[in-house]
Every structure is written in C-alpha cells, then in structure tokens.
C-alpha cells in the first residue's frame, strides 16, 4: 500500500512540479521558527566547514543526526565517502545549476541538504529549484531533534550557527527589500515585516531595476524578512504573494502615488540582485 501511494505521489509531483531560479535566502532565512531542513542544512554546513579548514574527516555532525533517524541502520561509511566527493565536486566545479534543489510549495527545503550546506560555505546564493505543488509534512520547528534526544549542547551548536548564517545572509544582501525615498518614511512597514538593517545610499549614477524601474538618486534600503512569505511561480521566478499584500495596504492607507515611489523586491534572490548594485553608493 505504502509503494502505490508513493507511485501515485511521484506522479503527481512529476505532472505539477515548476522549477524556477531562487536565492539561499528563499530557504534558509528564519521564519516564524528555525525549520527542520534549514537546521540540518546548517548541520551539513558545520560538516564541509570541519572537513575543508580542519581536515576532520568524521563528518559528526551528519552522523549524530543520522544515528539518532535510523539507528543500526545507518550506514556510516557509505555517507562519509558520498558526502566527501560532494565537496570535492563544488571545490573543482562549483555549484551545478542542472542539480535542482527540491523545496515544497512553501519554498520549503526538502531534498538537498548537502548542497545547501555546500552552497552556504562556498558563497553561492543563486540556485535553481523545483517546487512540488504540495506542503512539506516536515516539522516546521525542532520538536523532532528533540523527541530523539539529542543531546542540548550538540543542539545548540547548531541553533548558534544557524543564528550566524542569519547575520550572514543580511550582511550579503541575501533578504527581501524595499527601497524607500529619502524623505519618505514607513512608520507601519515594522508591523508587517521583520526589519533586519537600514542602509541610506545615494546614487553615483542612474538605475534602473525590475521591470525598467528608476531609482530615486537617493534614498534607504530597507532588508527584512518574512514570517510567512507565501511563495508563487511566476515566469520562471520565485515570487512572494505576502510583498503584493504589504504594497495593497500601503496603497489603502496612502494611495496608488505615494506606493508607486516605493521599490519592493519580489524575492530573497531579487533582494540580493538590488542590494549588490546599490552597495557601493551606501552612506555609513
């Protein structure tokens, strides 16, 4: 019974799946909680980091993990060789953009942990995807590493270099954005959002960004997050039904004028695309 729901779920996935391109910071950026995929992403990160800077071959982060899933049924050996020629393809080749990431409908990670955590040390964000058209049934918080008793210190090892990762991804630009008028101001933007930095710019030069839109010469770029960022495909691209959402109820409150003055990115990936041609005219 199990194998003929598992064929009919391949099916359906094989007929409503989309790929589209995407940013690291669509998956790993925190939501309302660290996610069980992003947490053992991060796992794998802490592994390629001991493996490349440290020589230490013992891949412990992965075992634990796996060890306290399958028990005697781990097969150990086997995941430390195929985790290995993993990092030595990225060290030779890099990232493979025909190697998709598997996420859910939620822009959920699902299937290619090791990768992440490759994509992560190696400073990688753009990455190509395939999105079922489903809901992951993988826990949204991490009830299950704790149910399996793993142990607090190891558990909060991860949660802090995860945490890092976070700081990361701000500092790369890797974030949703907005880009507000420099006499402007979103006093409610706080309510609907979580405001990570402020950085105030002035243009050297005109620019233009999605859609052949002109930046104003000066001005603030706003990086946030999102709890729930409702992710939709759209021409091959990951975009957020929550930004069109936030841009709706600005356009209530102050109108159709005030809002067309406001930029907002679509995506972590479009947010990271803005952020790295404003960067050099930010004023610190």
Not at 92 to 109: E, T
């Given at each position: 019974m199990f194998s003929i729901k598992k064929m009919l779920v391949d099916l359906y996935d094989?007929?409503?799946?989309?790929?589209?391109?995407?940013?690291?910071?669509?998956?790993?950026?925190?939501?309302?909680n660290v996610e069980h995929n992003q947490f053992l992403a991060t796992t794998r990160y802490l592994d390629i980091k001991d493996y490349v800077e440290y020589n230490k071959q013992t891949?412990?982060?992965?075992?634990?993990?796996?060890?306290?899933?399958y028990g005697n049924k781990h097969r150990e050996e086997?995941?430390?060789?195929?985790?290995?020629?993993?990092?030595t393809s990225y060290q030779s080749k890099g990232y493979d953009p025909n190697s998709l990431f598997i996420v859910d409908k939620d822009m959920r990670l699902l299937d290619g942990n090791h990768r992440m955590g490759m994509n992560l040390y190696t400073d990688q964000h753009k990455i190509n995807v395939r999105v079922l058209k489903?809901?992951?049934?993988?826990?949204?918080?991490?009830?299950?590493?704790?149910q399996k008793k793993i142990s607090a210190d190891f558990l909060k090892k991860v949660y802090?270099?995860?945490?890092?990762?976070?700081?990361?991804?701000?500092?790369?630009?890797?974030?949703?954005?907005?880009?507000?008028?420099?006499?402007?101001k979103l006093s409610e933007l706080d309510l609907m959002v979580n405001i990570k930095s402020v950085h105030r710019y002035r243009l050297q030069s005109p620019l233009f960004v999605g859609g052949g839109i002109?930046?104003?010469?000066?001005?603030?770029?706003?990086?946030?997050?999102l709890d729930e960022p409702e992710y939709m495909i759209e021409d091959s691209k990951a975009v957020s039904k929550r930004i069109r959402?936030?841009?709706n109820i600005l356009e209530m409150r102050y109108g159709?004028?005030?809002?067309?003055?406001?930029?907002?990115?679509?995506?972590?990936?479009?947010?990271?695309?803005?952020?790295?041609?404003i960067k050099n005219d930010f004023i610190e």
């Amino acid at each position: 019974m199990f194998s003929i729901k598992k064929m009919l779920v391949d099916l359906y996935d094989s007929r409503t799946a989309q790929s589209c391109s995407a940013s690291i910071g669509d998956i790993m950026n925190l939501r309302r909680n660290v996610e069980h995929n992003q947490f053992l992403a991060t796992t794998r990160y802490l592994d390629i980091k001991d493996y490349v800077e440290y020589n230490k071959q013992t891949f412990v982060w992965q075992n634990t993990v796996s060890r306290a899933a399958y028990g005697n049924k781990h097969r150990e050996e086997d995941g430390n060789m195929a985790f290995s020629k993993l990092i030595t393809s990225y060290q030779s080749k890099g990232y493979d953009p025909n190697s998709l990431f598997i996420v859910d409908k939620d822009m959920r990670l699902l299937d290619g942990n090791h990768r992440m955590g490759m994509n992560l040390y190696t400073d990688q964000h753009k990455i190509n995807v395939r999105v079922l058209k489903r809901k992951s049934k993988n826990p949204g918080n991490l009830d299950w590493y704790l149910q399996k008793k793993i142990s607090a210190d190891f558990l909060k090892k991860v949660y802090n270099a995860y945490l890092q990762i976070q700081e990361w991804l701000i500092e790369t630009g890797d974030t949703f954005c907005c880009i507000v008028p420099e006499i402007e101001k979103l006093s409610e933007l706080d309510l609907m959002v979580n405001i990570k930095s402020v950085h105030r710019y002035r243009l050297q030069s005109p620019l233009f960004v999605g859609g052949g839109i002109k930046l104003n010469q000066a001005g603030k770029l706003i990086q946030f997050t999102l709890d729930e960022p409702e992710y939709m495909i759209e021409d091959s691209k990951a975009v957020s039904k929550r930004i069109r959402d936030i841009k709706n109820i600005l356009e209530m409150r102050y109108g159709m004028e005030f809002v067309s003055q406001i930029y907002f990115s679509q995506s972590c990936l479009e947010g990271k695309e803005i952020f790295d041609k404003i960067k050099n005219d930010f004023i610190e």
